[in-house]
């Protein structure tokens, strides 16, 4: 019951190596779309995916248009605040690609334009709170597709 996590630009390599660290529990497979806000060897990520960043499943990508084009015909759900339905909403499947956006901006204008019948939210409830941390939003959508399959 593999999911596929994608990371459109990360920004902050201690998420990055975080949410690595997710896929390899969770067994799916991480693609991490470029410009990275961060080098590749950055320690932090290294040190926050620990040991197991070696045995993650990682397919990297030079751009958004490289990502899409290798993964034309893919299920996707999209993951914003701007959503309109609820994570728990997303029908879960194996193989699904749960996409996100960076951090200081989450998914770019034109996904969320272009994919809005596939644009998922998680219900944040307090006024105070702008998002969630990537690396926990990528976990709450993971294990709740997990719990699905």
């Known amino acids: 019951m593999p999911l596929n996590i994608v990371l459109i630009e990360p920004e902050i390599p201690n998420n990055t190596g975080n949410i690595g660290r997710l896929a390899l529990a969770s067994g799916s497979t991480l693609h991490l779309v470029k410009p990275f806000g961060f080098k590749i060897d950055d320690t932090r990520l290294k040190r926050a995916g620990l040991d197991y960043w070696k045995h993650v499943d990682i397919i990297y990508y030079e751009n958004m248009d490289a990502f ?19 994570h728990w909403d997303i029908p879960f499947e194996d193989n699904l690609f749960l996409i996100f956006g960076k951090e200081s901006v989450g998914l770019p204008k ?20 702008r998002s969630l941390n990537l690396a926990n939003a990528v ?3 993971v294990y709740e597709g997990l719990k699905h399959l």
């Open 68 to 86: 899409f084009t290798k993964n034309k015909g893919q299920n996707m759900a999209f993951l914003s605040s701007h959503g309109s339905k609820n």
């Open 110 to 129: 034109s996904i969320i334009e272009t994919q809005s019948n596939h644009l998922y939210k998680i219900p944040i409830y307090s006024d105070q709170v």
């Open 139 to 141: 976990a709450i959508v």
